[in-house]
């Protein structure tokens, strides 16, 4: 089993819909986790971090369900700029200095 | 200053070539990274330091060598690379994993 899965998707979605992707990984004992956003030929940047009482950043949402080992994000109203790879993150624990980045979720907002 | 600079942002070098990749933050984040990204792929891990200190080397060639010569100062130098090595080379900066990373834009290398 990967020790960060998630569905490499591509997800295409119209303009305004909402859209759920789900991640999973291996170590319970996992302490941190994140949602990093990858547009096509840049760097991944810091979505938002993803807190056990969940939390929100306008359009977006993140849980995180310790029990099921597994993290969500959620967009409400997609624009078109939300097109690009979401990166599910989890500071396995025992890693303290690293990151384990998932394979990415394509999502596609189109018109 | 809350960025990670990374330079050059294009290379591209023969299989006799040296060079030397080099990264940049004045965030003071004590926690500094070097990765390999291939198309399509996640970020793969390659180095860590800690407070200047190489404290992960994912089993990476040696053909790669880090070098961390001050806190706010990374470099990654390049020898005899094989054209599998062409990818985006991520550096990244953080106060401790638990407070996720700040990557640079990356360089992109080919190797011919």
């Known amino acids: 089993r990967k020790e960060v899965e998630q569905d490499p998707g591509p997800f295409n979605v119209p303009e305004g819909a909402t859209v759920a992707f789900n991640c999973t990984y291996s170590?319970?004992?996992?302490?941190?986790f994140f949602w990093y956003r990858q547009d096509c030929r840049k760097e991944p940047k810091l979505l938002m971090s993803?807190?056990?009482s969940g939390n929100e950043d306008g359009r977006f949402t993140a849980q995180l369900n310790r029990a099921s080992q597994y993290i969500s994000l959620l967009i409400r109203d997609s624009k078109l700029s939300d097109s690009a790879t979401y990166l599910c993150?989890?500071?396995?624990?025992?890693?303290?200095?690293?990151?384990?980045f998932g394979t990415g979720t394509r999502l596609q907002v189109t018109l | 200053d809350t960025e990670v600079t990374q330079t050059p942002k294009h290379l591209v070098m023969g299989m006799t070539n040296k060079k030397s990749l080099k990264c940049e933050q004045h965030m003071g984040h004590r926690a500094m990274y070097w990765y390999k990204q291939k198309a399509k792929k996640p970020p793969e891990l390659m180095f860590v330091y800690s407070y200047e200190k190489l404290s992960i080397n994912e089993s990476v060639p040696s053909r790669f060598s880090p070098e961390c010569p001050n806190s706010s100062l990374l470099n990654l130098h390049l020898h005899a690379l094989q054209p599998e090595d062409s990818a985006l080379y991520l550096c990244?900066?953080?106060?401790?994993?638990?407070?996720?990373?700040?990557f640079g834009s990356g360089t992109r290398l080919t190797v011919v």
């Open positions: 990244a900066s953080s106060r401790g994993a638990n407070y996720g990373y700040t």
């Open positions: 993150v989890v500071n396995m624990a025992g890693t303290a200095s690293k990151l384990t």
């Open positions: 170590n319970s004992a996992s302490q941190s």
């Open positions: 993803v807190y056990s």
